[in-house]
């Protein structure tokens, strides 16, 4: 059932024919010659090559200037290869680092990866090039002590100033227990203490000008206009934002490190609390990526469930975001009528799993349970009750003039910004490109359902990124009516021995059905060697996952690529220059949760 690790997983390119139908790596034959980069053959569904440290800044260069403005960096982080047992046809490598592209013309993605060695962890810096590199090289960094050369400011963002390690690293401790204990000491307060005082020189800022001093202003971590515990500290003259820094890692769990000691099912639960508001849309992307690891096939009835469960999600989280949105301009009322609004999704998703905000309910293969009686009544009151709530929230407080004017041409960007930024999600859609997953790359059967893209009209302001979100909730109910008259007999999970385990009625009748669930619910599957990804067009912009299996219970490295990362490294470059009222516009249109950005 699984790969056999003997067979090498790098190919070195000598003919360009085989790659004939892949525009991107074409033109970077064309440029840099076959032999400039290796193939890794992966369960990735995107063209992985390795490349040399000295070519990474030409090459990244020539993928800026040839694809502009049309490339996104997606993502960029790093893996701990020192204990990867299974790297036969790898570079040798202690450690390496990953860039994923996405070109948006061609809907191609492109990971590079730089093989390293534990004595030269450099590489350079790419953020001069891509804006958004800056937060994800500083966190590669400080997870792995992977330093970079040239960034402006590389500090730690995930932990405190003072924290010790490297968290990423294999020999760094998973678990609590591994640690001594904690002793909070006079001293070790105000070290922390220390650690918080902001020092604007380090960040080049200047405590005055030629005529007047600034003021320096701490927003959170306790605010609550800023949607969690998030601080941004404002540089002032008067009120208005002459610069400010983003403050993030306050929420930070090390949910990835949780990746690498959790067997393949009970890393479920943990999806869900990425960005606790999406639920079970969160779930999607891991299992899937497993599922492609394993090569399972999942039964149709269960993908139309899923995909039931994560539109519902979907609306939730929408009519929260809305209502708080509102809240912030100054509108109380549509908070309460949101929350009546979402309990009636709640009851649905209850009946369903059983539970309510986390159900942790998909599976490997399919779903936990098939749907109960009555699910059906439960799904047509709530289609027959949304559509005069939205329009509601739409005529009483959208369409409002006051709201008009406080939201409408604030924090403004266009489509090239969008892109260099890494958004995804309304805010990009918003700049009139209709960059949607679940159109682009259908997974789950999103592709047999009938729906439409909202988009704006060139730029992205506040007030068209949550007219968006309204319309996004419409088409999210046209899929849900799909589902409602259109759900498939048949299997709620695949009958495959790598996915959940056998039902447990089962399990006192044949021994061997005992032995496997036992082996399953205590040790877990063994998934084939290989590396997987899958993204997924979650509620705040793209969400995914990046698996990589070395033939064990659990998996080497799992890396989650959150949209609200991005987003939050975005608004210095758009609030810098406005009011801090605007501020407090802007980010209440971002749509975001500190679950989701800190992990």
């Known amino acids: 059932m699984t790969n056999s690790p003997r067979k090498g997983i790098v190919q070195t390119v000598k003919k360009t024919l085989d790659q004939r139908d892949d525009p991107v790596l074409s033109k970077l034959y064309h440029h840099f010659g076959p032999h400039a980069l290796s193939l890794q053959d992966t369960r990735t569904g995107m063209t992985v090559a390795w490349v040399k440290r000295e070519q990474i800044l030409e090459i990244v260069t020539f993928l800026y200037e040839f694809f502009k403005p049309y490339v996104m960096l997606y993502d960029l982080h790093g893996v701990d290869e020192r204990q990867r047992i299974y790297r036969i046809g790898l570079p040798k490598a202690d450690f390496s680092i990953f860039y994923h592209f996405i070109f948006i013309k061609e809907n191609r993605d492109l990971m590079i990866k730089l093989p390293l060695s534990e004595q030269n962890l450099q590489v350079p810096t790419i953020s001069h090039i891509f804006k958004n590199a800056n937060w994800y090289e500083r966190e590669t960094w400080e997870m792995f002590g992977i330093h970079v050369t040239g960034h402006p400011h590389l500090t730690r963002i995930m932990m405190p100033r003072n924290w010790q390690g490297h968290p990423l690293r294999k020999d760094y401790p998973a678990r609590a227990t591994e640690f001594k204990p904690f002793e909070f000491t006079k001293q070790t307060e105000d070290l922390a203490m220390e650690s918080l005082l902001f020092r604007p020189e380090e960040w080049g800022m200047k405590r005055s000008s030629a005529h007047e001093d600034f003021m320096f202003l701490n927003l959170g971590p306790n605010h609550p206009s800023v949607h969690g515990v998030f601080r941004i500290i404002l540089q002032l003259d008067g009120e208005e934002i002459i610069d400010c820094v983003p403050d993030i890692g306050y929420h930070h769990r090390g949910a990835e490190k949780m990746g690498e000691r959790q067997s393949w099912h009970s890393y479920i639960p943990y999806t869900d609390r990425i960005e606790y508001l999406g639920g079970c849309i969160n779930e999607l992307p891991y299992v899937l990526a497993v599922e492609k690891l394993a090569d399972i096939k999942v039964p149709e009835r269960a993908e139309v469930i899923r995909i039931m469960l994560s539109e519902l999600f979907r609306i939730n989280s929408h009519l929260l975001y809305i209502s708080t949105f509102i809240q912030d301009v100054g509108a109380m009322s549509p908070v309460f009528l949101a929350f009546t609004d979402r309990q009636k999704i709640y009851n649905i998703i209850e009946a369903i799993t059983g539970f309510r905000m986390h159900p942790a309910w998909f599976r490997i293969g399919g779903v936990a349970n098939d749907l109960p ?11 027959h009750w949304l559509p005069k709530r939205l329009k509601l929230y739409e005529q009483a407080a959208l369409k409002n003039s006051i709201f008009i004017a406080r939201t409408k041409g604030v924090a403004s960007y266009n489509m090239e910004e969008a892109l260099s930024w890494g958004v995804t999600g309304a805010g990009l859609r918003a700049t009139g490109l209709d960059f949607d997953i679940r159109k682009w790359r259908p997974c789950s059967g999103y592709e047999n ?6 988009i704006g009209h060139g730029i992205s302001c506040a007030y068209t990124r949550v007219m968006i979100k309204m319309e996004e909730m419409r088409q999210s109910m046209r899929i849900l009516e799909q589902c409602l008259h259109n759900m498939p007999m048949g299997l709620f999970k695949a ?14 009748q044949h021994i061997e059905t005992l032995i496997t669930h036992f082996l399953q619910v205590s040790w877990g599957p063994v998934m084939p060697v290989n590396e997987s990804f899958q993204m997924i067009e979650a509620t705040k912009g793209v969400n995914s996952y990046y698996l990589i299996s070395d033939g064990n219970t659990m998996s080497y490295r799992t890396r989650v690529r959150t949209p609200s990362f991005p987003h939050l490294q975005q608004i210095p470059s758009v609030i ?7 501020l407090i516009v802007y980010l209440g249109s971002i749509d975001f949760v500190m679950s989701d950005v800190d992990r």
Do not use: A, C
């Open 495 to 508: 009958n495959h021995p790598l996915t959940t385990p056998p039902p447990k009625e089962r399990t006192l």
């Open 449 to 454: 359902f009938d729906f439409d893209v909202p």
């Open 373 to 383: 009686k009555g699910w059906e009544r439960l799904l047509y009151e709530l289609l």
């Open 576 to 582: 810098n220059g406005s009011l801090i009222s605007d």
